[in-house]
């Protein structure tokens, strides 16, 4: 290898692996009180659609998910306290998240952690309306 590939791989790198950490976030009115929703990293992210169970049809290769568990999974991993690094929900909240009605604020918060996720919802409702069955994208 050149100096010349080297010193662009090592520019390279640096615009990505050396460039820090820069998470977007949105701030979330609801009944008056802010929430901070906070852009989840790729580890994060993983984590959200694996617990959203994903299982392949075998007979077409549509991949379901439990969009519910994903809506709450992303508003448990991505909402703070405003200007802090405390967390507004966690684990022990799923099951009373799950039975929130639609439209409250679990749909509002996963919402915007879904567009931060690159997660596109109305993929999945377009191919849910036309299959029966659900799928998301993560592009």
């Given amino acids: 290898m050149s100096k010349k590939e080297i ?14 950490i820069k998470r977007k976030r ?5 009944d008056g009180e802010q929430f901070e929703v906070r852009q989840p990293s790729v580890a994060q992210r993983s984590s959200i659609m ?7 049809d075998e007979t077409d290769g549509t ?6 568990m994903m809506q709450v999974q992303s ?13 507004v929900f966690d684990a022990e909240d799923v099951e009373q998240m799950l ?3 639609a439209g409250s ?5 996963s919402k915007v952690a879904q567009d931060l996720m690159n997660v596109k919802k109305e993929d999945a409702e377009g191919n ?5 069955k659900v799928s998301f994208s993560t592009e």
């Fill in 75 to 87: 508003v448990i991993c991505c909402t703070f306290v405003p200007g802090t690094n405390e967390y």
């Fill in 63 to 68: 991949t379901t998910v439990d969009i519910g």
């Fill in 26 to 30: 949105e701030i979330v009115k609801i």
């Fill in 99 to 101: 039975e929130s009605p």
């Fill in 105 to 109: 604020y679990v749909d509002k918060l």
């Fill in 50 to 56: 694996s617990a959203a169970k994903p299982r392949v």
């Fill in 7 to 20: 010193s662009l791989r090592d520019k390279l790198r640096a615009k990505t692996l050396g460039s820090g």
């Fill in 128 to 132: 849910s309306e036309k299959t029966g």
